[in-house]
């Protein structure tokens, strides 16, 4: 991850720290951070948010805000962000991402690694 991890909180830093050199998708971002919360018994809430020229997708990791990057981005950075206003959380949309063990989040990272060398 090109994020600065020190910028995270401990646990989530921790915790993403295995995964410092993979770059992901937006939505797979989302898969991650999910993952990762689900390892440590935190909570994790996906959202897509309509942001002006594009939909971006954040989550609330343990009461941490996150931005994964626009919604179709097929290559983006996990970065801590403020809390939305109310306003945006009202119109924003719950986003289904499929809960993966670890052993599928080494799958998805392995997947990208190899794509980006093709």
């Not at 991890?5 to 770059?23: H, K, M, N, Q, W």
Request: aromatic fraction near 10%.
């Amino acid at each position: 991850m090109k994020s600065k991890i020190t910028d995270f909180p401990p646990r989530l830093a921790e915790l993403l720290s295995p995964y410092g050199g993979v770059t992901l998708s937006a939505l797979d971002n989302l898969k991650l951070l999910k993952a990762l919360a689900a390892l440590a018994g935190l909570s994790c809430k996906c959202l897509e948010l309509s942001d002006e020229p594009r939909a971006i997708y954040v989550a609330n990791w343990d009461g941490h805000w996150f931005d994964c990057g626009f919604s179709n981005a097929y290559s983006a950075e996990i970065r801590p962000m403020a809390p939305p206003p109310e306003a945006q959380l009202a119109t924003a949309n719950q986003v289904e991402v499929p809960l993966l063990n670890a052993q599928q989040l080494s799958f998805m990272c392995m997947q990208y690694a190899h794509f980006d060398h093709c």
